[in-house]
């Protein structure tokens, strides 16, 4: 089993759809989590950035961690257009420099106008 | 220059070319790193640096060699590289929390 399981879509949606992106992972020591928003020949960029079980607001953007499921979700609200691009999701077990963080492969989104 | 840069953004070389990628970060972190990206891949880790000493080597080929002279500045050296070795290679730094910043990329070409 892979440690982290990401479906790469591509996922279509209108403009204004409420979006749901989800990975599962394996290692239950994962306690750090993060998706990165990536655009069209850019690097990945933090989006959102939560610690342990709970939600985590910011704007448009809701992220979302079930350890007991091993299952992390990102909400968009109110999609737009310029929200289009590669969401990957990221964990690692601690914080440090050497720590290894792990992707999942990035789901690809399209909100069309 | 802001963050975390890379150059080239292209590069299109030979199997017998010798060439280097280049990192520059200006965020004053301690900890850099190359990943490779591929098509339909996860990012892969594949060197770390931590306060200017190789602190991991995931299994890569030595035909990619890095060097980091300082704590803003990363290299890549590549040498007799194949055509699988195309991809995007990003360059990120992190510090205490340990919350990576990417650069751009380069998108490598093997021919």
């Known amino acids: 089993q892979k440690e982290v399981e990401q479906d790469p879509g591509p996922l279509s949606v209108p403009e204004g759809a409420i979006v749901s992106l989800n990975c599962t992972y394996s290692?239950?020591?994962?306690?750090?989590f993060m998706w990165y928003r990536q655009y069209s020949r850019k690097g990945p960029e933090l989006l959102m950035y939560t610690y342990s079980s709970g939600n985590k607001e910011d704007g448009r953007f809701t992220a979302q961690v079930d350890k007991s499921s091993k299952y992390i979700s990102l909400f968009i609200r109110d999609s737009q257009p310029s929200d289009s691009a590669t969401y990957l999701c990221a964990m690692n077990r601690a914080q440090g420099g050497s720590e290894k963080l792990v992707f999942g492969k990035g789901t690809k989104l399209t909100v069309n106008p | 220059e802001t963050g975390v840069t890379q150059t080239p953004r292209h590069l299109v070389m030979g199997m017998t070319n010798k060439k280097s990628l280049k990192c520059e970060q200006h965020l004053g972190h301690n900890a850099m790193y190359w990943y490779k990206q591929s098509a339909k891949k996860p990012l892969e880790l594949m060197f770390v640096?931590?306060?200017?000493?190789?602190?991991e080597n995931n299994s890569v080929p030595s035909r990619f060699s890095p060097e980091c002279p300082n704590s803003s500045h990363l290299f890549l050296h590549l040498h007799t590289l194949q055509p699988e070795d195309s991809a995007l290679y990003l360059c990120?730094?992190?510090?205490?929390?340990?919350?990576?910043?990417f650069g751009p990329g380069t998108r490598l070409t093997v021919l």
């Open positions: 640096y931590s306060l200017e000493e190789r602190v």
């Open positions: 990120a730094s992190s510090h205490g929390s340990g919350v990576k910043v």
């Open positions: 290692n239950s020591a994962f306690q750090y």
